[in-house]
T-cell receptor
Framework: NAGVTQTPKFRVLKTGQSMTLLCAQD?????MYWYRQDPGMGLRLIHY???????AKGEVPDGYNVSRLKKQNFLLGLESAAPSQTSVYFC??????????????FGEGSRLTVL | AQSVSQHNHHVILSEAASLELGCNYS??????LFWYVQYPGQHLQLLLK??????LVKGIKGFEAEFIKSKFSFNLRKPSVQWSDTAEYFC???????????FGSGTKLNVKP
């Protein structure tokens, strides 16, 4: 039972390069999220999706794009990486439930360094 | 926008000491509340959650939390910590009619053996 899988786990980029992080979940969850984790700042929501073909902005969306072409996948793209995007990125998913009570299930994280 | 405050950024305890970590949120409507734990080098895992009913909820590994609506608080407690509880703890809130989760800045717990 894989749950939420993120690839790659580690990546080093130079400023201005582009890359895509892939998140895949096998739990048939409707909702998917991308967070970044920085020391002392907790988790901040970048973008999220409430279903296939839909995306929405979170707290810190600038410099990122996302796509959800398939229900099980949620891609996070950096078109032109900046050092400020050095962070650990977590993908999460959760099921649609009555009262929105479903908890988030997290992937293992992707550590990105931008030089 | 919703905000979640965790006032204790770093807590150091000896084994068998009692733990209480504070969490306050700003939203006045109906919310669901969560505590997550992140062990070193790992992803976040759910400790417990509250969405209705008894305001005292019990989670895994002997943790519990109490929801006090009048204080907008959801504090995490454990009567006797172990070295293996060394981790970072995050409080999270989501409003029942919205899909965003808001996280606190986290509390690092260091338990000395």
């Amino acid at each position: 039972n894989a749950g939420v899988t993120q690839t790659p786990k580690f990546r080093v980029l130079k400023t201005g390069q582009s890359m895509t992080l892939l998140c895949a979940q096998d739990m048939n969850h409707e909702y998917m999220y991308w967070y970044r984790q920085d020391p002392g700042m907790g988790l901040r929501l970048i973008h999220y999706s409430v279903g296939e073909g839909t995306t929405a902005k979170g707290e810190v969306p600038d410099g990122y794009n996302v796509s959800r072409l398939k229900k099980q996948n949620f891609l996070l793209g950096l078109e032109s990486a900046a050092p400020s995007q050095t962070s650990v990125y977590f993908c999460a998913s959760r099921p649609r439930t009555v009262g929105n009570t479903g908890e988030l299930f997290f992937g293992e994280g992707s550590r990105l360094t931008v030089l | 926008a919703q905000s979640v405050s965790q006032h204790n950024h770093h807590v150091i305890l000896s084994e068998a000491a009692s733990l209480e970590l504070g969490c306050n949120y700003s939203y006045g409507g109906t919310v669901n509340l969560f505590w997550y734990v992140q062990y070193p080098g790992q992803h976040l895992q759910l400790l417990l959650k509250y969405f209705s009913g008894d305001p005292l909820v019990k989670g895994i590994k002997g943790f519990e939390a109490e929801f006090i609506k009048s204080k907008f608080s959801f504090n995490l407690r454990k009567p006797s910590v172990q070295w293996s509880d060394t981790a970072e703890y995050f409080c999270a809130v989501n409003e029942i009619n919205f899909n965003k989760f808001y996280f606190g800045s986290g509390t690092k717990l260091n338990v000395k053996p």
